[in-house]
């Protein structure tokens, strides 16, 4: 019997929270000094299991957490008031979370294997808003009738079919995407994909002597200067492979650039802008083609994890959700690289789900056992 086997399923699949940054974080700030109930760590675990729950208010949270012995164990306490879950949920610092989420990603980064193909580290940019009503939310106005929250997010290739969350930034929904490009393009010898919201000239220059490289799609009013042209393979998708300046005049870029040029399915031209000149054409297309996997990322968190669903209308509630939202997806992503499944994560998310107060063993069955077909179908009677 090995040491895992005792564990419910929940306490394994929080276990790999830092419980010692918390209970330092807590003992500098005070923040759990005379609680006597709702401390800081069982706040977590009650808010990211909310999560994937999907509950849809504090009231849902206070119900499921007193109809269920399993949760009285792993907390501590068998009852809980919504004005309470409320307090604390505004109180506890976004700061922490981030920081909670951070040590996630260095454990999913130490478990996921290194690409060691010749195109390297690739990781992409995006940001997804969230629409708020602008009566409950007037903190987070952007525009005279509405309100809103960005998220801008850094994710990277864990294996072909899957990315993780690697680094955040929360603003409120008015920031333009590239103005958060020095929080998250800071690592030498990595291609990061970005969308036109990203582009900036005055930064490729400076990125392509510090080895940084980048794969975006070109505005079509570019003002660009052809230099060379490179040979584009017979029957290629690629229609042209110049060498390019940007701009002109003063404002004209001192490093050169590569456009690849080629068509979507509806016949549309797109420009595919980048500073690696080892790659294939096609290579480069095939590498800007896999940043819709980040757009995947973020509808998965907003159908399976509620991110658009908030229990509290202020900032520091916000922005507690969304951490502690990422912190969930990430917990959940280390569960099923430990169990080594070829089940998807949503299907993991699932199973833990209806099975989060069994034993971890029960459901590490469970989620290796392989489905038995129980019907045949409809078989065809031979007339004799």
């Not at 299991?49 to 949760?71: K, M, P, S, T, Y």
């Not at 489905?371 to 045949?376: E, F, H, I, P, V």
């Amino acid at each position: 019997m090995d040491k895992d086997t005792l564990f419910s399923s929940f306490g394994k699949w929080v276990a790999p929270l830092n419980r010692k940054l918390i209970s330092d974080w807590t003992l500098e700030f005070g923040d759990d000094r005379y609680v006597k109930k709702l401390h800081t760590l069982a706040y977590l675990l009650i808010f990211i299991d909310a999560q994937l729950q999907q509950h849809r208010g504090l009231r849902d949270i206070v119900a499921d957490i007193q109809h269920h012995e399993g949760f009285h164990s792993e907390l501590g306490m068998d009852s809980i008031s919504t004005s309470q879950l409320s307090r604390k949920n505004n109180k506890v610092s976004p700061e922490l979370l981030q920081q909670l989420f951070c040590d996630l990603v260095g454990q999913i980064s130490k478990q996921s294997q290194p690409d060691c193909s010749r195109i390297g580290n690739v990781k992409l940019l995006d940001s997804t808003t969230v629409s708020l009503c602008l009566s409950k939310y007037k903190w987070a106005e952007y525009r005279k009738t509405k309100a809103g929250i960005k998220l801008h997010l850094r994710v990277a290739f864990c294996d072909p079919d899957t990315v993780y969350p690697e680094k955040a930034v929360l603003t409120s929904a008015k920031p333009a995407d590239r103005t958060e490009m020095d929080s998250l393009i800071d690592e030498t010898h990595v291609t990061y994909l970005f969308d036109r919201g990203y582009l900036d000239y005055a930064k490729f220059n400076p990125y392509s002597l510090d080895r940084i490289f980048f794969v975006t799609r070109l505005k079509d009013n570019a003002i660009i200067e052809s230099l060379e042209e490179f040979n584009v393979p017979e029957h290629s998708l690629m229609t042209r492979d110049p060498m390019v300046k940007l701009g002109q005049g003063k404002k004209q870029t001192n490093m050169v650039f590569r456009l690849i040029e080629t068509t979507d399915l509806k016949g549309k031209a797109i420009r595919i802008l980048t500073n690696r000149f080892d790659l294939t054409a096609e290579e480069i297309g095939d590498l800007y083609r896999n940043r819709w996997k980040i757009e995947t990322f973020f509808r998965w968190i907003k159908q399976h994890l509620k991110l658009t669903r908030f229990y509290g209308e202020q900032e520091h509630a916000v922005w507690n959700q969304i951490w502690i939202c990422l912190i969930a997806y990430a917990l959940l992503l280390l569960t099923k690289l430990e169990l080594s499944t070829s089940k998807s994560l949503r299907e993991v998310g699932r199973l833990l789900k209806v099975m989060r107060f069994r034993y971890w063993s029960e459901f590490r069955e469970v989620v290796h056992r392989k489905l038995l077909r129980s019907s045949k179908g409809r078989q065809k009677v031979s007339k004799s």
